[in-house]
């Protein structure tokens, strides 16, 4: 493997302020000594499912058209980008699973899981596809229909569980969190990517369902790219630092970021991994 990646734990917002005001300038600088100003433009990185190999940059979801939102481009051949490679890579380094390993991940049909479902093989994927399956049912595709509002495993089942960009979009994030708390094994952990505001203490709901069934949105309306449905999927919560104090309630420990980054691996940008413990 190439060098180690940077990584960086913050447990409280000193912690982050430290990295986005001292430390994440200086990783800048030097990304940006890669950006081209071709449209798109490959680098040599790292993918922990391929090896080195070219990574793919643009400008989508770019607001100046000249900067790359790097988390979520350096896509690979087999389609992770950066935030996908170095979550995985992280996995395979640092969570001490074996092949026995039991892993829910709260998606099922990207390139993530089926990476990480090659060197964990008992690991559990789903959608929320409650229009095509009964939640905890599997479709004709073979596909695991979940709600991370309301799994269906039982208790203490999983070592590690794993969900990325999924919690900004559910309308009881409280209820999530306590759903993956009961479904790990103690001692396994949660590894969680959501957009965070670091310098918020409150958490904001944009968005609710009232009580005749329908969203109501309490802020205007944003959509994120979804794979399984075209249309985006409704951005809920903006999430502060009482997120965690929530989960710190419910028994969750050693709750910290990982701010990963890496020039040789080209996990450029800001990635960071929200890591709980049961
Ligand atoms: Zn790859």
Redesign the pocket.
Known sequence: MLELALIYSARKPSHTEHYFQDIYPLLDKVQLKYVSCDASFNLTGY?????V?NVAVDYMFSADGKTPVWRERGV?????NTRM?CTLDWILSSENLSRNSLVYCNEGTT?FYK?LLDFVPLTIGSEYIPKKAPLGSIDRHGLRCESIENLSFADDSFDLLVSLDVLEHVFDYQAALRNMYRVLKPGAAALITVPFHFNRADSVKRAEINATGHIEHLLPAVYHGDPINNSGALLVYDYGWDMLDYAKSLGFRDIQFLFIWSEAKKYFGINYLLRLMK
């Open positions: 993918c922990p499912s391929c090896g190999g690979c051949s087999c389609g992770m490679r390139a990476a």
